[in-house]
């Protein structure tokens, strides 16, 4: 049985570089999302100023409405972060469980090894015990008064 039992390598170092890429991804999420907002607003706010030609009350009216679309979308993918987040804090929990379970498969398979390590040796002594015992019956007088 081989298993992956060097430094960095195996499913807990996968685990870690999966979940160190997740969490950056997930900070840039945040970082552009914020930064969104707060560009939308402060143009939102820049727009929203009153000025008294119509086409430019019409104009500022659908810049303020856009920029509001925006912001709005960038607080729904704010949440959707939010909600992936608890996500994965619930399956986290997980993890351990994992740890327990991956602990006891380790245990077992080392208790395993060392059954068929028994076995072995068992075998081999009874090989060794019945090649004596053929021995001694090829070699005895019960045997030879037998085939006489």
């Given amino acids: 049985m081989n298993k992956g039992t060097g430094v960095g390598t195996g499913p807990t170092a996968a685990a870690a570089a999966a979940a160190t890429q997740k969490q950056k991804s997930m900070m840039q999420r945040v970082e552009t999302d914020i930064a969104n907002i707060v560009d939308n607003f402060t143009q939102l706010v820049n727009v929203a100023r009153v000025n008294e030609p119509p ?3 019409s104009q ?23 909600s992936e987040l608890k996500q994965t804090a619930i399956f986290s929990g997980f993890a351990s469980l994992n740890d327990h379970v991956e602990q006891r498969t ?5 208790q395993a090894e060392k059954t068929d390590r028994m076995l072995a040796r068992i075998g081999e002594e009874a090989a060794a015990s019945l090649k004596e015992l053929e021995c001694h019956y090829y070699s005895s007088a019960q045997r030879t008064a037998d085939t006489e």
Avoid: P, Y
């Avoid at 380790?106 to 080392?110: L, S, T």
């Fill in 55 to 57: 086409v430019r009350n």
């Fill in 106 to 110: 380790n245990e077992f398979n080392q």
């Fill in 60 to 82: 500022e009216t659908f810049m303020m409405e856009m920029r509001a679309a925006r912001m709005v979308q960038a607080a729904d993918s704010l949440l959707k972060l939010v």
